[in-house]
């Protein structure tokens, strides 16, 4: 996956910028919705679905991502890649976006924690669906820019903190959901303390040398977790303060 962005990196040099207007925003977002589709059907046998929550879908519509990018890359806003924010950390494919906001099994009236604020856009993603996101971000740079970025969009009901996501954010807790989008090599266990019963954690999982698996751990009702493995993943480090 390391390898599959490096390439998508050099075809971004190679490849001329191109030109698009602002008016055709809404038309690609459409496409891109087409592209995530087809690639959920892609990777049904892994992820035990062909088709992705219809709200899902509909934030992924709703969301601005080129709000997100960097001036640089705005024109593959809308491209099914990662692509980079700045201080060398990455906007996620939104395919993965897409997939892990599904996994979460959120509502209305959930209470999410995101681990990873980055540029942002998975915390909107995730506030068209749920009641608040309270994300946290390690690199203040990127914490201060995503707070601007969602303010300017309206957001009000997202929280974004810089601080070391790996022991979670007790003020808040429990979650109903916990989405983490920097890969630890284990699960860190101040997260499954701040779950809630019946809640699930969504988590890449495995060193950078090694092939990282995007997992979902679900906390039953008598606080036991049970594990799911659902594919392999391509996501930055979960640094320490
Ligand atoms: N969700 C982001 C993608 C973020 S990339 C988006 O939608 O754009 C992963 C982010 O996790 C990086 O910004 C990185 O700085 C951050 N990160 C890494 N370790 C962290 C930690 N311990 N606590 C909080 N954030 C962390």
Not at 80 to 102: C, E, F, H, K, W
Request: charged content about 20%; hydrophobic content about 40%; glycine content about 6%.
């Amino acid at each position: 996956m390391n390898n599959k962005i490096f390439l998508s990196l050099l075809v971004l040099w190679c490849c001329p910028v191109s030109t698009f207007s602002q008016d055709d925003y809404p038309e690609r977002r459409d496409v891109l919705v087409e592209e995530i589709e087809a690639m959920v059907m892609e990777t049904r046998e892994y992820i035990g679905k062909d088709r992705l929550k219809g709200a899902v879908i509909e934030a992924i519509r709703n969301v601005p991502r080129h709000e997100f990018v960097p001036d640089l890359y705005k024109s593959y806003a809308y491209e099914n890649r990662p692509l980079p924010i700045g201080s060398r950390q990455t906007i996620s494919q939104p395919y993965i976006v897409a997939l892990m906001t599904d996994l979460a099994e959120v509502n209305s009236n959930s209470i999410v924690l995101e681990v990873g604020t980055g540029s942002g856009y998975q915390a909107a993603v995730l506030a068209e669906l749920v009641h608040h996101v309270y994300s946290i971000e390690i690199l203040d740079s990127l914490a201060q820019k995503a707070q601007r970025t969602l303010f300017n969009l309206g957001y009000e009901n997202i929280t974004v903190r810089s601080g070391d996501g790996y022991n979670g954010w007790q003020e808040h807790a429990p979650y109903d959901a916990i989405i983490v989008t920097a890969a630890p090599e284990e699960i860190p266990q101040p997260l499954i303390e701040q779950l809630k019963p019946g809640g699930k954690i969504v988590i890449p999982v495995g060193a950078q040398s090694r092939t990282q698996y995007l997992r979902v751990i679900t906390k039953n009702r008598s606080g036991d977790v049970e594990v799911k493995e659902i594919l392999p993943v391509g996501f930055v480090p979960l640094t320490r303060k």
